[in-house]
């Protein structure tokens, strides 16, 4: 089972996703001062700890840098807390979640087309 993580631990990963499943805690840095975070060295550095401890990145030492690989995609990440919502909102019921997303108009005609156009494409697989 894929641990949840907290938002500030998923915009760490997020980076790592970005960088191809691989970041460079320089890089991370970098990537998080671009976007407007003023996030401490130790903050940073306890948060890809957790992510280590939790098993969604692996930390490997390249010289005296640290460079963090995530083992968890981020499609089998959002898969994983997709089944979560679905359990915990709609007790397994895909049907129910798409329902909402409907009804409260946020899935558009351009998002159900683009739907149906794959499902007819995987079901005639």
Avoid: C, H
């Avoid at 894929?2 to 460079?24: F, Y």
């Avoid at 995609?73 to 089944?83: I, S, V």
Wanted: aromatic share 8%; charged share 30%; net charge neutral.
């Amino acid at each position: 089972m894929i641990p949840q993580v907290s938002d500030s631990e998923l915009e760490l990963m997020k980076i790592v996703w970005a960088g191809g499943g691989t970041a460079r805690y320089a890089g991370i840095m970098e990537e998080l001062a671009a976007a407007g975070k003023g996030w401490q060295k130790n903050t940073v550095i306890t948060l890809l700890s957790r992510l280590v401890e939790k098993g969604l990145l692996r930390a490997s030492k390249i010289g005296r840098r640290n460079e963090y690989t995530a083992l968890v995609t981020e499609a089998e990440y959002q898969t994983a807390q997709t089944r979560v919502l679905l359990n915990k909102l709609y007790q397994g019921d895909a049907r129910g979640l798409v329902l909402t997303l409907l009804r409260q108009d946020l899935f558009s005609a351009g998002d159900y087309e683009e739907l149906r156009e794959f499902w007819e494409k995987e079901r005639d697989k």
